[in-house]
Nanobody, 117 residues
Framework: QVQLVQSGGGLVQPGGSLRLSCAASRSILSALSMGWYRQAPGKQRELVAIMISGANTDYAESVKGRFTISRDNAKNTVYLQMDGLKPEDTAVYYC???????????WGQGTQVTVSA
């Protein structure tokens, strides 16, 4: 079993920055994928950033050029650096990890990001 513990988030003004962290209870070197999702009130959960096999990355078009996913293998931690934040980025953000195609994915507890003047 894998535990994902998130930290970061909070209230920020438009144009500001935040960095989210997701620490795993085991090595992330073998992860098939690690990613960040978000869900705003009344809206469907959406993928915002993902890292495949610890190398290839992909981003939602709405955040491309503003968000960056990265990892620190020594700390078993994945990060989401969010720059140029907009009010429409307001949502609960969740860390996700998959280690096997036959098992369930793992989720962090979620953290609120609010962008408001």
């Amino acid at each position: 079993q894998v535990q994902l513990v998130q930290s970061g988030g909070g209230l920020v003004q438009p144009g500001g920055s935040l960095r989210l962290s997701c620490a795993a209870s085991r090595s992330i070197l073998s992860a098939l994928s690690m990613g960040w999702y978000r869900q705003a009130p009344g809206k469907q959960r959406e993928l915002v950033a993902i890292m495949i096999s610890g190398a290839n990355t992909d981003y939602a078009e709405s955040v491309k050029g503003r968000f960056t996913i990265s990892r620190d293998n020594a700390k078993n931690t994945v990060y989401l650096q969010m720059d140029g934040l907009k009010p429409e980025d307001t949502a609960v953000y969740y860390c996700n990890a998959r280690f096997s195609f036959v098992g369930d994915a793992y989720w962090g507890q979620g953290t609120q990001v609010t962008v408001s003047a």
